[in-house]
């Protein structure tokens, strides 16, 4: 077969005319192109040989690669190292209480790091992202908001550690069999009037309140008691739906009484349930702490001078 020409330029041409004038050439590609594919063939000859690859006729092998490199080997290499840095700090916090570690700032630095993690993967769910809550238009609040003051079994370090050690599980009785509609109704009034702060305005549910066992758990003030877990009825801030009807709907079929109406709220025994170690637990003490709503801890008494026993006696 005769080579064909471009009739301007003389290069040789595949012979197919584009538009009259437009031919095909048979040009090569630019050298650097071709180096360039050579050294991809290359490469790719060598990384098939040093990294694992094809599957072998045995059962369940295959080549390994003349480098024995493997992802399971790379990541506990990089465990390794993680670990080893962790270390210093892991093995310091072991025997430190949650008080002891937020005295230490580069083990606070450290455990508000690793808490951060810790409390995506087991609290976020319930708590929300940095402990902003997550809420449901039909009940409220799914569970408490942690990163504001208002703390139901209080918000010291200790009291936070015990909460996550033990969990919570509170309880309001339901008044739906002890109450009449007209009194549930009165005492709702009364408990919102109270987060407004004017209570005094209603004066029937107050004393419906004072007369039955809300006073009991809630107090005279209605500001609550840490130690039961009861809720401050006197500031704005609601664990479930704080509507009329969602107040009314809580005192009349209670917290976790076994109601099938009533709310229900109840905090996990994350030790007991094998969920996280107890370093684990106080990172998480330490980090819900650390959202800026924590409560100072009460130092102990000082011991008088004249009532404290003489060293010698010691012995």
Excluded at 28 to 56: E, K, T
Excluded at 95 to 102: F, G, H, K, M, S
Excluded at 139 to 156: E, H, R
Excluded at 280 to 305: C, H, M, N, R, S
Aim: glycine share 10%; charged share 25%.
């Amino acid at each position: 077969m005769s080579e064909k020409h471009d009739e301007v330029s003389g290069a040789t041409t595949t012979g197919h005319v584009w538009d009259e004038d437009l031919a095909d050439f048979t040009n090569q590609p630019p050298r650097w192109w071709m180096l360039g594919l050579a050294a991809s063939a290359i490469w790719v000859v060598v990384y098939w040989l040093y990294y694992p690859s094809v599957p072998l006729p045995a059962a369940n092998s295959y080549f390994k690669g003349v480098g024995n490199w493997s992802a399971i080997r790379e990541m506990e290499a990089d465990t390794g190292e993680v670990d080893a840095v962790r270390g210093k700090y892991e093995n310091k916090l072991k025997d430190l209480t949650p008080a002891a570690i937020l005295a230490d700032n580069d083990l606070t630095e450290y455990v508000k790091r690793s808490g951060k993690v810790l409390f995506g993967d087991n609290c976020a769910g319930c708590h929300g992202t940095n402990g902003v809550g997550v809420k449901s238009k039909k009940d409220g609040l799914f569970a408490p908001v942690l990163n504001d003051d208002d703390w139901l079994y209080g918000g010291k370090i200790s009291d936070i550690h015990t909460t996550i050690t033990g969990g919570r599980q509170g309880m309001m009785v339901a008044h739906h069999d002890t109450l009449s509609e007209q009194q549930i109704d009165d005492v709702a009034k009364y408990v919102i009037a109270l987060s407004e702060g004017r209570g005094d305005s209603e004066a029937a549910g107050k004393a419906v309140f004072m007369s039955s066992d809300c006073v009991g758990c809630h107090g005279a003030d209605a500001k609550g008691m840490q130690a039961m877990g009861s809720a401050n009825l006197t500031d704005k801030i609601w664990r479930f739906d704080g509507s009329l009807e969602g107040v009314k709907r809580t005192i009349a079929y209670g917290v976790n009484s076994g109601d099938p109406k009533a709310r229900i709220a109840i905090m996990p025994n994350f030790k007991e349930a094998g969920k996280l170690s107890e370093s684990d637990i106080k990172k998480l003490a330490v980090y819900v702490y650390k959202f800026g709503g924590g409560q100072a801890e009460t130092p102990p008494a000082a011991v008088p001078a004249e009532t404290a026993a003489p060293a010698k006696a010691a012995k």
